[in-house]
DNA sequence: ATGGCTTGACCATCAAGA
């Protein structure tokens, strides 16, 4: 089985990327962020086309998350349950014995924003529903852009980027307080290249400089951890033209 | 020290991203 999630900024602009890159990646679920559209103009058919279908949840101009699997899901959820936010950037949906959450967690802009303010309210929830989410779904994945760097590892210029949004501590606490649920940052089950970055800036050739950051993670919980057998990032979708800043990561499991 | 792209909204700049 194959998860991977994608940031693709804008479906619109980004849809022809995602059918090629999904006719050479078949997965059994991945998860998008940042549709930005409203419902009504997901692109199902397209989807369809391909051998594949769809939960999503859309929003205009903003945020907006899916699922894209070859086979419907199950008790699909929007938002977190308790946590009232018009902003879209939770679904969730079960894959056959395995609950798969995609996840937009909020960029939270500067440490002095009220988006930051917001940002770690946010995960607050995410953290409670999860915890309740892992006692009915042991095995459950969750993907997405996290908008966190853990380590300074995942980040390409640790002393310039100090303090600052994306890796500031209680953000990095943020994170290991959902790895304290049981989670396992996939990636970091396995021996990586230095460097491994999931997002570069648009601005100042940032890709080809590789200055990046790790900010969109896989989650598995320990029975999917230990069925996991690779797990890596596509920087190859980055090199396209008019291509995302975020790029897919994969998480393979022996299930 | 500042902003450096890209997208969407809407047609001229601006918010937001990270």
Known sequence: MKLAT???NSLKVRL???LDWL???????????ELKLSDEFFPIDAFQEIGYTAHWAGQKTYNGVAIVTPAPGTDIQKNIPGFEDPQQRVIAATLGDIRV????CPNGQSLESDKYIYKLQW???????LQEELKRYPRLAILGDYNIAPADEDV??????????LVSPPERQAFQALLSLGLSDAFRLFPQPEKSFSWWDYRRFAFRRNA????DHILLSAPLAQACVACEIDKAPRGNEQPSDHTPVIATLAV
């Open 156 to 165: 390409h210029d640790p002393a310039k980027w100090e303090g600052d949004v």
């Open 23 to 33: 006719r050479a990646n078949p997965v059994d679920a991945l998860c998008l962020q």
């Open 101 to 104: 959450v995609c996840a937009y």
């Open 16 to 18: 022809p990327q995602v």
């Open 123 to 129: 995960y607050e929830a995410l953290n409670r529903w």
């Open 6 to 8: 994608w940031n693709i």
């Open 212 to 215: 990046g950051l790790r900010i």
